[in-house]
């Protein structure tokens, strides 16, 4: 069984970059398409971004496209969420998700594995 840990949230001036990490526990991890989602306070969690096991063809949600850029390292058994020009809107807890079938990966429910989520705020 996978297990997922998100690290590297924080508080940023608008503008600014996080890195998000997340390390997943297990030998499986590599067969895994892996999902980085947020929810902020009376909203339901919303796609960020996705890739499929093999690092290619990554997929992002339009309001992040050229901004937030999604990688894996199989070796390390993580997966990582560069985010640029960061914006208040971006503020919210991320997180990282597996999706064993790599099935609809923009799909919240598709997903069969979550961490607990990092916090990202971002100042005006």
């Known amino acids: 069984q996978v297990q997922l840990v998100e690290s590297g949230g924080g508080l940023v001036q608008a503008g600014g970059s996080l890195r998000l990490s997340c390390a997943a526990s297990g030998r499986t991890f590599s067969r895994y398409a892996m999902g980085w989602f947020r929810q902020t306070p009376g909203k339901e969690r919303e796609f960020v971004a996705a890739i499929t096991w093999t690092g290619g063809s990554p997929y992002y949600a339009d309001s992040v496209k050229g901004r937030f850029t999604i990688s894996r390292d199989n070796a390390k058994n993580t997966v990582y969420l560069q985010m640029n020009s960061l914006n208040p809107e971006d503020t919210a807890i991320y997180y990282c998700?597996?999706?064993?079938?790599?099935?609809?990966?923009?799909?919240?429910?598709?997903?069969?594995?979550w961490g607990q989520g990092t916090q990202v705020t971002v100042s005006s």
């Open positions: 998700a597996a999706n064993l079938k790599s099935l609809r990966l923009q799909e919240r429910s598709a997903y069969d594995l």
